[in-house]
T-cell receptor, first 112, second 113 residues
Framework: RKEVEQDPGPFNVPEGATVAFNCTYS??????FFWYRQDCRKEPKLLMS???SGNEDGRFTAQLNRASQYISLLIRDSKLSDSATYLC?????????????FGKGTKLSVIP | IAGITQAPTSQILAAGRRMTLRCTQD?????MYWYRQDLGLGLRLIHY???????GKGEVPDGYSVSRANTDDFPLTLASAVPSQTSVYFC????????????FGNGTRLTVT
């Protein structure tokens, strides 16, 4: 099993739709989680951190499911400007080891 | 404006040539990283530095070297470029080495011919 996996998509959704992405991770001791957004030919930019209790930022909701080892990103009322690739990041540190792993990303296209 | 600056933005390089990609940050972040991004392979860590004066190898370090003489600068050198090093290179930094999110530079698009 790969360390961090994402459905590459593309997810093609109409404006106003709700869309959700998952990111699974293999190391059950992973401690920190983030979602990034990357536009075509641009650098990744931090979208939001993922907290154990779940967190929301406007139309975006991030959740962590430790039992099933995945994080999710929910986008409500999709906008054309949400079209991008969404990357998850999983961090593990312990026993002298440190690992920060990016998923390969899920591509979202919001269609008029 | 605080952030990370990479130079050059793009470069075409003949195989066998030496090249240094520059990265400077003014956020006083302790940790810095170099990634390459290739289609279908995602972001892969080349080298990192958790504080000035120390460096470490990432997932794909072969053919690359780095130095961290001070907090702000983290250059990446290709001693003798090969076509497989054609990629987009991103420098990133974070306040600490553990748990804090990364901030990325704009990237350097390198083509080795």
């Amino acid at each position: 099993r790969k360390e961090v996996e994402q459905d590459p998509g593309p997810f093609n959704v109409p404006e106003g739709a709700t869309v959700a992405f998952n990111c699974t991770y293999s190391n059950s001791a992973s401690q920190s989680f983030f979602w990034y957004r990357q536009d075509c030919r641009k650098e990744p930019k931090l979208l939001m951190s993922v907290y154990s209790s779940g967190n929301e930022d406007g139309r975006f909701t991030a959740q962590l499911n430790r039992a099933s080892q995945y994080i999710s990103l929910l986008i409500r009322d999709s906008k054309l400007s949400d079209s991008a690739t969404y990357l998850c990041v999983v961090i593990y540190s312990g026993a002298g080891s440190y690992q920060l792993t990016f998923g390969k990303g899920t591509k979202l296209s919001v269609i008029p | 404006i605080a952030g990370i600056t990479q130079a050059p933005t793009s470069q075409i390089l003949a195989a066998g040539r030496r090249m240094t990609l520059r990265c400077t940050q003014d956020m006083r972040h302790n940790a810095m990283y170099w990634y390459r991004q290739d289609l279908g392979l995602g972001l892969r860590l080349i080298h990192y530095s958790n504080t000035a004066g120390t460096t470490g190898k990432g997932e794909v370090p072969d053919g690359y070297s780095v130095s961290r003489a001070n907090t702000d600068d983290f250059p990446l050198t290709l001693a003798s470029a090969v076509p497989s090093q054609t990629s987009v290179y991103f420098c990133a930094s974070s306040p600490s080495f553990l748990f804090s999110p990364l901030h990325f530079g704009n990237g350097t698009r390198l083509t080795v011919t």
